[in-house]
């Protein structure tokens, strides 16, 4: 079954493996027999690298093949008769005479000049007979073309295993030599899982990069353990003695490893049973304990023990964690096996604190794990300090972007706070609940609940839940709460504000929220450092500053992931996304969108940016499956009635509408998010849709635009694309020169959009400039991408011998062409480089590079 | 996979240039095979004796054809999303096997 899996798994990194059996191969027919022990752990595809291999060399080699069996008494010389019945002859009877006359019938079949590959499978499972016959074998192979390959797996050698005696005298033989298969890494694990919806790291530490682990997790694909993996694990397992199993069990139930002296006060007097674990490769020795060697095995062992043995077994991990010989308890152990042991005091004593320890180190994720846990026990609990643990659950779940629990938590809570009637709490927790329910797009019952806070807020006297909940429910808000938080004293609500005054007011300088973002760093406030974070960027991208966007995008990246903060890593995921599309490396706008799109998360802004950019990236290049990408933005992005999030959506749609000439379109996808631009006054959702109204010939009557786009809707597409040079987009630099009624601009902007393989929008420019009677080439030939002016393999032989000083006459004669046709050529590249000399014509050529030699 | 039909037009000037081009192509297929299946192309006679390719290959997305066609110094001027197949008689036989 191991081979089979191995096999699904391919044979990655098996290339070193493969080769050396290689060498081994042709040595043995070169010159003398070679005996190779191909080791590795169990399912590590042994037997799938060792096929692979046979499968190729068949064509030159005959192969035999034979397995040892797992039986607790195997049969004698099992993978001798297997080779018997298949090779039959002299072999049949010698497996009824022994040793000697076995390896005499195998050295018969060895033909001179062609190769033979005997194969013995698991001969860790050898009877004694098959070891004696592989002994006698390597010493004779001196004088057959004889390739012997026995696996076995080195994990499952205890020091007194039979094969370890083959395996020191086979040391000392030159013609024999051991191989060991690897396990795989992360990389590779990472490949196997391609596109399924897991995390590779994560499956990597679990089956310990065990390609038979690996493919059958894969292949269940629903998250538990795999019912083959279980087979494989228990078979294992019962091999040992009783002592052994329970040593096992013990272990099994102390992740992720287990002290001795832990081991000692849980097992017993079990303890004796250790060696054999450790012997038969299930268990691993660690720094101060064992560990299992897979931590998948680990979870099989664990479901497998019996329930009333199980609470046993947690009851004394719990007694002995909680007197550990060190001093100081570990209380994350001791709440898990509180809770395992059913023990609902000790669950509340433990827990708490393993979450609060959890917060202190950014571990919000395991936080989040220890609250429900306590609430699980939570009948013991008053009703206040259930509410309390639930406000928390909440917040750390909205760290990871578990937005679903984060809801119910708080909404759970608020009704607790309600019934106790704490006005103040339950004000608080609507101001959080209007934060949270904004991440999936509930936008209306997020301002309803911002209302609700405020209203009863203010009906008590004025403190920083207050302050809050004004900044929440409107950031014009934001100085009377500024106010308040300065009378209070308050410093974090004052660097909270501060954040959102400095949001709203970026236009006049970035640096007010870096200082802010830099505050929450150090203060270790790191929701805050989040908001400021995105905040910067995505004001930052607005005001087309990339250099600053993409800087905060990078150092936010490594802060979130050190910290587990999920929430915030998406969105610079996305914006990194949309940085590289504006900037015009397609390629790594695709990718970085593709990464968002993997992850499937309750946040849908995140998901809203990956599926606009990679939309955009197909639509701008003609490719196919644009359309579907941007249908799901919409179906995101249009529910919420927010421009923050429907802006990029609606532009990308009505780019896509324009590029296929659809005018009409185009109006109606922009009229009504422009007119809700213009009452919210987003000057930068404003320009684009204007603009794009306007270069579908729709009325565009815009006030309040900025930047290029107030140049481009002032018809000034010369100062539009000039500004879009200047900040590094290309393709729009290209689109508004496309503005153009002129040659030049026209030309300029078809070699850019053609160098970006912009199909669509260059086949617009291509027809504008045909309107103004210029000859373009139908569809650019490929080979003339690698010049930025579109000159044709031809032209560009013509310009070299231009720029030799030739003349029409010459250049006919070199390139076979007439003068006429020469003539042709030439005012081509003359209209194509803008200029109207051949001097000129020389001198942009060699502006642009296009001079060297092809 | 999704198949595709991809059309480089006018991309090389000669047979030899072609046919290093294939080289590369199957070259770099055969790094991707999750990605990238390649399945056969129709070469076509174009202007001035140049060479153009119709391709079909089967693809996990049109990135995966553009990366591919980059690393392997391939033109790309359209990607067709292939919505269905009708066979009708066996491809004739290649010129040059």
Known sequence: MAAVAAEAAGLLERDSVLGELSDALAEAVARRGRFVLVAGEAGVGKSAAVRAFCAKARGSADVLWGGCDALFTPRPLGPFLDIAEEAGGELATAVNEGAPAVVAALLGLARPGSATIVVVEDVHWADEATLDVLRLLARKLEQAPLLVLATYRDDELDRVHPLRVLLGELATLPQAERLTVPSL?????????????????????????????????????????????????????????????????????????????????????????????????????????????????????????????????????????????????????????????????AVLRYAPAAAERAEAVGAHREAAAHYARVLRFGERLSPAERAEFLERRSRACYITDDIDEAIDAVEDALELRRELGQRLEEGESLTWLSTILWCPGRTADSVRAARQAVALLETLPPGRELANAYVHQDWAL??????????????????????????????????KLE??????????????????????????????????????????????????????????????????????????????????????????????????????????????????????AWSLAEPTDELFRMGKTVAARAEVAWLAGDREAVAGITEYPLRLAQERE??????????????????????????????????????????????????????????ADEEKPLWQALTELQRLEARPAAAIVARKLRELGVRVPRGARASTRANAAALTPRELDVLRLLADGAGNATIAERLF?????????????????????????????????????? | MQTYAILRRGAWRTPDELQAATARSIELGDKMPDDIRWIRSYVLAERDGELGTVCIYQASSPEAIRLHAYHAGLPVDEIIAVADTVLVRPDPEPVTA
């Open chain 1, 185 to 345: 890494s992360p990389e590779a694990v990472a490949e196997l899982a391609g596109s399924a919806e897991v995390d590779a790291g994560e499956l990597h530490r679990l089956t310990g990069g065990n390609p038979f682990f690996v493919t059958e997790v894969l292949a269940s694909g629903n998250g538990t353990i795999p019912p083959t993996v279980t087979d494989a694990v228990l078979a294992r397992a019962a091999r040992l003695s009783g002592e052994s199993r329970a040593v096992l069990d013990a272990v099994a139930i102390v992740p992720p490893e287990a002290d001795l002296w832990l081991l000692e006060a849980i097992a017993g007097e079990s303890m004796e049973g250790l060696d054999a674990c450790l012997g038969s490769g299930m268990l691993r020795p660690e720094r101060a304990g064992v560990a299992f060697r897979h931590e998948l095995a680990r979870l099989a062992l664990e479901a497998s023990v019996a329930p009333q043995r199980k609470l046993e077994l947690h009851r004394a991990a719990l007694g002995a964690l909680g007197r550990p010989p060190g001093g100081a308890v570990d209380v994350a152990r001791l709440a898990h096996h509180a809770e395992a042991a059913g023990d609902a005091d």
């Open chain 1, 478 to 511: 934001a100085e009377r709460a500024l106010e308040l938080a300065e009378e209070l004293s308050d410093s974090e609500l004052i660097l909270r504000i501060r954040t959102i005054i400095a949001t709203r007011d970026f236009a006049n300088g970035s640096e």
């Open chain 1, 817 to 854: 062409l007439s003068s006429r046709t020469v003539e042709h050529h030439v005012s081509s590249i003359l209209s194509k480089l803008g200029v109207r000399s051949r001097g000129a014509a020389v001198a942009e050529a060699g502006r642009l590079g296009l001079l060297q030699d092809p």
């Open chain 1, 515 to 632: 200082e802010c973002l830099e505050l929450a760093q150090a203060a270790g406030i790191t929701d805050l450092a989040g908001d400021a974070s995105t905040h910067l960027v995505s004001r930052a991208l607005e005001l087309h500053r990339y250099d600053l966007a993409a800087r905060y995008v990078d150092s936010g990246l490594t802060y979130f992931s050190d910290r587990g903060l999920e929430l915030y890593r998406f969105y610079l995921l996305g914006y990194r996304a949309l940085i590289e599309l504006d900037q015009g490396r397609w390629d790594n706008a695709a990718e970085a969108a593709a990464a968002v799109l993997r992850i499937r998360r309750a946040s849908i802004m995140p998901r809203i940016t990956g599926l606009v950019v990679l939309g955009l990236v197909r639509a701008r290049r003609g490719d196919p499956g644009h359309r579907e990408l941007l249908d799901e």
């Open chain 1, 682 to 739: 987003d000057r930068s959702v404003l320009g684009e849709l204007g603009v794009w109204r306007r270069r579908a010939g729709n009325g565009a009557e815009v006030s309040g635009a900025a930047g290029p786009y107030a140049a481009e809707l002032a018809g000034d597409w010369r100062e539009a694309a000039r500004q879009w040079t200047q900040v590094g987009c290309p393709y729009e630099a290209a689109l508004a020169l496309a503005q």
